[in-house]
């Protein structure tokens, strides 16, 4: 039989308790974490949000108490009337540990099934099953952490925006797709058959139209939805702090922004100075290989190319040489080289040279081909000391107009970084990166994309190069960057309609694919638009790097799976026949489903047009092997499906 809560009213958190309430009378509610049977006496740890108090059942003092307490497990919710004692031996592990509560009265108001996993600090659950018992997950202490920073962040957030004159402004998630480079998800229409919303992938345009409203100073805590495919640090589904500002300069928007951030470490006692470092873009790539570079540690790169010159013959690299004089790693084992080796080659080097730089000379195997002379220049050049090891890369692969082998060794001087904890932890390394290219070439698509998003302002000298030259025009947009990961990006807007319309053309929209997708908005900037600006940060993000956590998953209550499912929800899910021939929906089934090598299954939807005859096929990424498809396609998708059910859209070639 359950008790009922009836007139009980609980004094105070379990995890509250401390020496100065000793002697006092309590009510605590919570869930039974552990029950310790020692016969005579009965201990249970009753955990709430605040944390954990030691509830003590004595047989002999309270013998009624004592026999309900033999009914307790794991995750029964309680209510416990009781006195606050001092322990005889304190525990120093936990907050509460000098105190415990002698039991007069327990109160059963539920009963609970065996958890799949202990609800305890430290589970070894798979992922997957702790994402699939998400309530039970979140009772953890970590998580349930991780939720009230995040709500402390934003509050904070929150405030102090409202100091600086911003409104909080709703915008629609039932809309139309804003063009920030994602696939969008849509929502069909019930009304107007055929027709779909899509879900904001940021409300860009919305928050540009409220600056055109006079709003002056809009901001918003808001989930943006992008279909893309997810890695650690994506959902599907994230949130923002969206901001735009009218009248500013560049300087007043990084202004507002870093009070933001200064105040939201705060939140985990850090002091952050302001202003932030600036770093041009070409500077950040040039010296740390990366435009989000992390600067809790030096180790730049240097361009050795005109040393190796005399070597590329013999070695067969092409574009450029970078290096890294990795301090202490001179004494690094074989072992140890070849997982650099290993790493570097990953990342896209061609190849890595190494040279241990010690106090007896310099030992390497390009001694060969630089002589000892040439290997002392090296050393010279990046400025290399005894103890030092110099790293030196080159790009597999070459990109006309870039410089790859910065890329490569960005990422070397990271993994070198970690590996000779180089990394100052304590540091908050802010940087906004600024000097941004506002096209760049698409191989895929054969056109000038934008850098960021097409509202991005252009810098006024560069405007006349927009039809003869969009490579050599800069933007206006900047980044800002916090160890090592983009927090965000914003930008001073084209404000002018006819500059926005040469935009849309240098991106290849036509005059009447621009009207009728950014028609209303084109419209809307003839009615005097005041000179914008404003920028996005990714909330996930900042709440992880401050609450130490190495995904986003960890800070967001209900996350999705790099699959983009809801696991505790099951979704996305079927839905009722009814509910699609409401929307007028026919959902397409395959059109082949053919067997693959692995053991498992190709799925192929076409739609019937010719590819002149020539065979598509798709490569099963666990053997290799083709599966030739059927000829006479046009568009189709193809999904393979493995021998293990796990199921990935496949790359394929006609
Ligand atoms: N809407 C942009 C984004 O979500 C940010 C901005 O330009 O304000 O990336």
Redesign the pocket.
């Known amino acids: 039989m359950l008790d009922t809560l009836g007139n009980l009213k609980r004094t105070g958190y379990c995890g509250a308790l401390r020496a100065a309430d000793a002697d006092k009378e309590v009510v605590l509610m919570g869930w039974v974490q552990r029950r310790r049977d020692l016969g005579q006496l009965i201990f249970i740890d009753l955990r709430d949000r605040a944390g954990i108090a030691q509830i003590v059942f004595n047989k002999e003092l309270d013998p009624e108490a004592h026999k309900k307490a033999e009914e307790l497990r794991s995750e029964y919710v309680v209510a416990v009337e009781g006195k606050v004692v001092r322990r005889q031996k304190a525990n120093p592990e936990i907050a509460t540990g000098e105190v415990e509560v002698i039991a007069a009265r327990v109160h059963i108001l539920n009963n609970a099934k065996t958890p799949p996993f202990q609800v305890e600090d430290e589970v070894n659950a798979a992922e997957e099953t702790r994402l699939r018992y998400r309530y039970l997950d979140l009772r953890r202490r970590k998580p349930h952490a991780n939720i009230e920073l995040r709500h402390k962040i934003l509050f904070e957030m929150r405030k102090t925006l409202d100091e600086l004159g911003f409104f909080e402004i709703e915008t629609p998630m039932l809309t139309r797709s804003t063009p920030?480079g994602a696939r969008d998800y849509l929502v069909p229409s019930r009304v107007h058959h055929g027709q779909f919303y899509a879900l904001p992938q940021?409300p860009?345009i919305f928050k540009q139209i409220l600056m055109i409203s006079g709003m002056d100073r809009y901001f918003q805590i808001v989930k943006?939805f992008r279909d893309e495919d997810l890695r650690a640090d994506r959902q599907p589904e994230f949130t923002?702090l969206?901001l735009e500002m009218s009248f500013p300069r560049q300087q007043d928007i990084f202004e507002v922004i870093e009070r933001v951030m200064v105040r939201a470490l705060e939140v985990v006692g850090v002091k952050a100075e302001r202003p932030f470092r600036h770093l041009d873009y070409k500077e950040a790539l040039r010296r740390f290989g990366s435009d989000k570079p992390d600067l809790r540690f030096g180790m730049e790169l240097h361009d050795v190319t005109e040393h190796f010159e005399a070597a590329r013959a013999t070695f067969g690299f092409a574009g450029n040489v970078q290096a890294v004089a990795a301090p202490g790693a001179a004494a690094w084992s074989r072992r140890q080289l070849d997982e650099l080796a290993e790493f570097a080659k990953s990342a896209g080097a061609r190849g890595v040279y190494t040279a241990k730089v010690t106090a007896e000379g310099i030992s390497s195997g390009l001694e060969k081909t630089f002589g000892a002379e040439g290997l002392n220049k090296l050393a010279a050049a990046v400025g290399a000391k005894a103890g030092d090891l110099i790293v030196a890369a080159a790009a597999k692969e070459q990109i006309e107009h870039s410089d790859t082998s910065l890329g490569v060794a960005g990422q070397i001087r990271l993994f070198l970084g970690d590996k000779l904890g180089l990394i100052d932890r304590t540091k908050w390394e802010f940087a906004w990166i600024t000097g941004f290219a506002l096209f760049e070439w698409s191989a895929h698509e054969k056109r000038w994309v934008s850098a960021?998003?097409p509202f991005t302002g252009i810098v006024e000298e560069d405007l006349d190069k927009l039809e003869t030259a969009p490579w050599e025009c800069r933007s206006k947009g900047y980044d800002l960057v916090l160890n090592g990961v983009e927090l965000?990006?914003?930008?001073i807007r084209i404000h002018r309609q006819d500059i926005q319309a040469r935009m849309f053309k240098a991106l290849g929209l036509d005059e009447e694919t621009a009207r009728k997708r950014f028609g209303f908005f084109l419209d809307a900037l003839t009615y005097g638009t005041p000179p914008h600006g404003?920028?996005?940060l990714g909330l996930d993000r900042v709440t992880m790097l401050l609450a130490g956590e190495k995904s986003i998953r960890e800070v967001i209550a209900f996350p999705k799976t790099t699959a983009a499912q809801d696991l505790m929800a099951d979704s996305p899910s079927g839905v009722d026949p009814g509910q699609l021939w409401e929307l007028s929906i026919n959902v397409i089934q395959p059109s082949y489903s053919l067997n693959c090598r692995c053991g498992g299954t190709v799925r192929v939807w076409a739609e019937s047009i010719s590819t002149h005859g020539r065979e598509p096929y798709i490569l099963c990424p666990k053997t290799k092997f083709a599966v030739y498809l059927p000829p006479g396609l046009g568009w189709y998708k193809a999904e393979h499906t493995d021998n293990e059910g796990k199921t990935e859209t496949a790359s394929f070639v006609v």
């Open positions: 920030e940021s860009q943006c923002q969206d960021q998003h965000g990006s914003g930008s404003g920028i996005a």
